[in-house]
């Protein structure tokens, strides 16, 4: 019956429950024996043949619940019983365990009416005997019958509500991996950002500053001279390294990184940036606070960003930047005066080897901390970008970083 694995507890209750009618048959058939009655002889074969009905139902694992195996065997046990009960008024407490089998093995539409069957039957053959008639008389049998139907439903309910926090911890397990599995995946393209990043705002804009510097110098030098292969062959050198570098960064992608004082750091900028072709001014706006060092971070890197193009593509004579600090947000304005271009249609930068990934870095660092970036460009009438970041607030009052 069931042979499937049961913990502890249900193995225990079936062997109760296996043990407790093969008792009460042997108290029917020493009550018989004992007693001697007419039919002994009778009771004690019926009663050896109900066992050995019960045993073959217990060993025979196509008896299992809600089947029509067990229906089947519950029916011929039920039927040995009746026999016996005919034989022996004695026969009366082996419904008990009969409750929980058909309980346990039928449907509860089937279960409970097979129960109170049973009880009457119970009943019924006791009064058929002619025995005295007394309150244990129908008490006995009704309330073995109720306390069977609550054991088994609570065991159930209880069996459902185990099943059911077992489904949600194996759940909450399942969740935990794919969260843990998330947070790496996240780990990672976090990294990936970064080290995008900081390869186009250093090493990229670096190399591209040298093969610049080298270009002109190379400009500079007769074709003649001792140094001009030198000069060509060190900005060739870069010029592969530059390709090398944004290849690495199309291969990754953009989040934060640098400390130190915002605007010291933008005046030395405005200052490595400036040359003869091109001249770069830096002013302040407003009443500087205290920001957190993500905003500082994304404030330099989109004004190296944003410089670099300037050198790069716009062919500009005049860049300014300004640092505007307002009551609730922080901005970064550059603006020059040079060739302009339609910002929709700066190619993706996966579709050329010249540049290109300054714009989506810089509008992913601003989306990272809340803020916008614009761009207002066209064909002939210069560029300006504004990057605009809301302060944080504590205590009420903006700039104050909890950190």
């Known amino acids: 019956m069931d042979p499937r694995p049961h913990p502890p507890v249900a193995t225990a209750l079936r062997l109760c429950l296996h043990a407790l009618l093969i008792g009460l048959l042997a ?7 004992g007693d001697g009655v007419p039919r002994a002889g009778a009771v004690v074969t019926v009663a050896g043949l109900m066992a050995a009905v019960y045993a073959a139902g217990a060993l025979l694992p196509a008896v299992q619940p809600h089947t029509r195996t067990a229906a089947v065997w519950l029916a011929a046990l039920g039927a040995v019983w009746l026999a016996l009960l005919v034989l022996s008024p004695d026969a009366l407490w082996v419904a008990f365990p009969l409750y929980f089998l058909q309980l346990h093995l039928l449907p509860n539409r089937w279960g409970l009416p097979a129960v109170a069957v049973s009880a009457a039957a119970a009943i019924a053959c006791f009064l058929w005997h002619g025995q005295a008639v007394n309150p244990g008389t129908f008490i006995g049998p009704l309330l073995g019958a109720a306390v069977a139907v609550a054991t088994v439903l609570g065991y159930e309910a209880l069996f459902r509500e185990s099943e059911r926090r077992r489904r ?10 794919e969260l843990a599995e998330a947070e790496r995946t996240a780990g990672t393209l976090a990294e990936r950002e970064r080290l995008a990043r900081e390869i186009h705002d250093t090493l990229a804009q670096g190399l591209s500053s040298i093969q610049l510097l080298l270009r002109a110098a190379e400009r500079t030098l007769p074709d003649d001279a001792p140094a001009t292969a030198h000069v060509r062959r060190a900005r ?51 009443t500087p606070v205290e920001l957190p060092t993500p905003y500082e971070v994304a404030l330099l890197r989109t ?97 104050q970083d909890a950190a």
Not at 168 to 177: F, H, P, Q, V, Y
């Open 303 to 399: 004004a190296q960003s944003a410089l670099a193009n300037t050198v790069r593509h716009a062919g500009a004579r005049r860049a300014e930047i300004t640092l505007s600090f307002m009551d609730t947000s922080v901005s970064l304005d550059v603006v020059d005066d040079g060739r302009g271009f339609t910002p929709g249609l700066v190619p993706a930068p996966a579709d050329r080897d010249t540049g290109g990934f300054g714009l989506p870095a810089m509008r992913a660092r601003a989306r990272s901390l809340g803020g916008t970036l614009s761009v207002e460009s066209a064909p002939g009438q210069g560029t300006a970008l504004a990057l605009t970041l809301p302060l944080p607030l504590t205590d009420g009052r903006p700039g």
């Open 27 to 33: 108290l029917v058939v020493v009550r018989a024996v």
């Open 168 to 177: 949600l911890i194996e759940e909450l397990m399942s969740t935990r991996a």
């Open 236 to 286: 060739e050198a870069a010029q592969e390294n530059l390709a090398e570098a944004r290849r690495f960064v199309r291969a990754l992608s953009p989040p934060d990184l640098a400390n130190g004082s915002l605007a010291a750091a933008l005046e030395r900028l405005t200052a490595r940036t400036t040359g003869p072709d091109l001249t770069v001014q830096f002013a302040v706006s407003g």
